[in-house]
Each structure stands twice: as structure tokens, then as C-alpha cells.
T-cell receptor, first 106, second 113 residues
Framework: SQQGEEDPQALSIQEGENATMNCSYK?????LQWYRQNSGRGLVHLIL?????REKHSGRLRVTLDTSKKSSSLLITASRAADTASYFC??????FGSGTKLNVKP | DAGVTQSPTHLIKTRGQQVTLRCSPK?????VSWYQQALGQGPQFIFQ???????QRGNFPDRFSGHQFPNYSSELNVNALLLGDSALYLC????????????FGPGTRLTVT
């Protein structure tokens, strides 16, 4: 399988807390991307990390990539209710996992 | 600057029928990819069109076909609809074929009865 798999499947936290979700994959990759989807709508690109990068930041988002373990993590700091969404990792551009459903309670 | 648009928004079809979904890419983009997303699942890659040709294809049967026009817009056709084809169909556009950020449309919700 070329797709990544996110973990946990669901995560519920309080506003202000940090949220961490993980992605594992099986094949070699050139890059890995994270996307967000609000309730059955189109996906929004969050961040792309290349295979030669170990960490990348964008605002409150921090993504790490460990190619030796074939895994990536997405950290959202100081979460807000508006961060409630499903988060997907994508490998080889096209292959998405089943996602982590994040619920941030106000 | 218009983003990715898809039509129609919703569609109800009967088993065995055929359906055509349409997508206009973001201005300046030349590559269109199509995905099927079942409820509670991640998007599954159907195929990608670039320069009016299918460049890559996921694990979908030949009932799923597509087309890209000279203005880069695209159509997804599904023949002999099955109940299992009920899903959200997403179109994504990007520039070129390198490691790319994709911009997604809002999707077409297809229900097969």
C-alpha cells in the first residue's frame, strides 16, 4: 500500500491544548504532505515536507519527518475550536490515509 | 482569482446509469486530479490529467474515465453506476507534475440509488 495511515483515528482536546497526530507509511517517498478537511468539504493544504527535511514550521503547525522510521507527525499548538477538522497525510502526492478526526472543545 | 470549481454540487443517479462530473482548475494550473471519498474515509486517487492525457491512475476500474480539455478543465465519467460509487468526488488542481501542492474543489456529492 502506498498510502499513509494516521493515528489516532480520533482526538478530542480542550481549546488551548496541543494536538499531535501521526502518520506512518510503507514505501519510500520524496515528500509528505498534510491536509485539513472541514466536515465533508474540500481539502486544504497545510504543509509539504521533503524527504531531506526533518522538521518544518508554519504558524502554529509543526511537522516532523523521520524517513528511517517511515513516520511523520503533525503538531498543532494552542489549538482553537476552528481547528476542529479531519487531518490527512498524503504520500507520493496522491495517496491519503483515513485521517485523524480532531475535535477541539471550547 | 477563482479557486477550483466543481459542478454539480449534488447528484442523484440510479444504478446502471452514467454520470459526468466537471471541474475547472484554479487559474494558472494545468494539472487536474480526481479523487473518490467515501464517508468516513480518506480520498482515494482515481487519476491525474496533464496536457490532455491521463498520466497516472489509481486502482479504479475502466468504468471510471476522464478527459481534459485545452483550457485545462476536466470531466470525470462513471459508467454502469453501482451503489458503492456513492461518495464525494473531489477534483484537485496543481501546476506541473513535480512535488506539488494541490488545491481542492468543494466536491460533488453523488448518491446512487
Amino acid at each position: 500500500s502506498q498510502q499513509g495511515e494516521e493515528d489516532p483515528q480520533a482526538l478530542s482536546i480542550q481549546e488551548g491544548e496541543n494536538a499531535t497526530m501521526n502518520c506512518s507509511y510503507k514505501t519510500s517517498i520524496n515528500n509528505l504532505q498534510w491536509y485539513r478537511q472541514n466536515s465533508g468539504r474540500g481539502l486544504v493544504h497545510l504543509i509539504l515536507i521533503r524527504s531531506n527535511e526533518r522538521e518544518k514550521h508554519s504558524g502554529r503547525l509543526r511537522v516532523t519527518l523521520d524517513t528511517s522510521k517511515k513516520s511523520s507527525s503533525l503538531l498543532i499548538t494552542a489549538s482553537r475550536a476552528a481547528d476542529t477538522a479531519s487531518y490527512f497525510c498524503a504520500t507520493k502526492e496522491f495517496y491519503f490515509g483515513s485521517g485523524t478526526k480532531l475535535n477541539v472543545k471550547p | 482569482d477563482a479557486g477550483v470549481t466543481q459542478s454539480p454540487t449534488h447528484l442523484i443517479k440510479t444504478r446502471g446509469q452514467q454520470v459526468t462530473l466537471r471541474c475547472s482548475p484554479k487559474s494558472g494550473h494545468d494539472t487536474v486530479s480526481w479523487y473518490q471519498q467515501a464517508l468516513g474515509q480518506g480520498p482515494q486517487f482515481i487519476f491525474q490529467y496533464y496536457e490532455e492525457e491521463e498520466r497516472q491512475r489509481g486502482n479504479f476500474p475502466d468504468r471510471f474515465s476522464g478527459h481534459q480539455f485545452p483550457n485545462y478543465s476536466s470531466e470525470l465519467n462513471v459508467n454502469a453506476l453501482l451503489l458503492g460509487d456513492s461518495a464525494l468526488y473531489l477534483c484537485a488542481s496543481s501546476l506541473g507534475q513535480g512535488p506539488m501542492r494541490q488545491y481542492f474543489g468543494p466536491g460533488t456529492r453523488l448518491t446512487v440509488t
